[in-house]
Nanobody, 124 residues
């Protein structure tokens, strides 16, 4: 059974940092693109960042570009999201996702596996 399990969320003050992790089990995703999405209360899920199978290609939403960094460790089958200079508007449940394709994708429908989410709350 394939599982993606996020961790690292929590409460942080504006300007602070958090590092999210997503541990995959049940199959290896070393040949697959992965990504992070988030959903704030009352809003639709939105794309945050994506990374190709090798880590050589990354994409970010305009709202997080320059503040967040997506990375992966294929040996550990783990995806990361380093979040710096956090803002209250970053408050959301963050989800990791894995695609069956090696190419990065910016839309949720291109992903095949999803984690259960981890809450990130940024106080002002």
């Amino acid at each position: 059974q394939v599982q993606l399990v996020e961790s690292g969320g929590g409460l942080v003050q504006a300007g602070g940092s958090l590092r999210l992790s997503c541990a995959a089990s049940g199959r290896t995703f070393s040949n697959n693109a992965m990504g992070w999405f988030r959903q704030a209360p009352g809003k639709e899920r939105e794309f945050v960042a994506a990374i190709s199978w090798s880590g050589g290609s990354t994409h970010y939403s305009d709202s997080v570009k320059g503040r967040f960094t997506i990375s992966r460790d294929n040996a550990k089958n783990t995806l990361y999201l380093q979040m710096n200079s956090l803002k209250p508007e970053d408050t959301a449940v963050y989800y990791c996702a894995a695609s069956l394709s090696p190419r990065t994708a910016l839309v949720g429908t291109r992903y095949d596996y999803w984690g259960q989410g981890t809450q990130v709350t940024v106080s002002s």
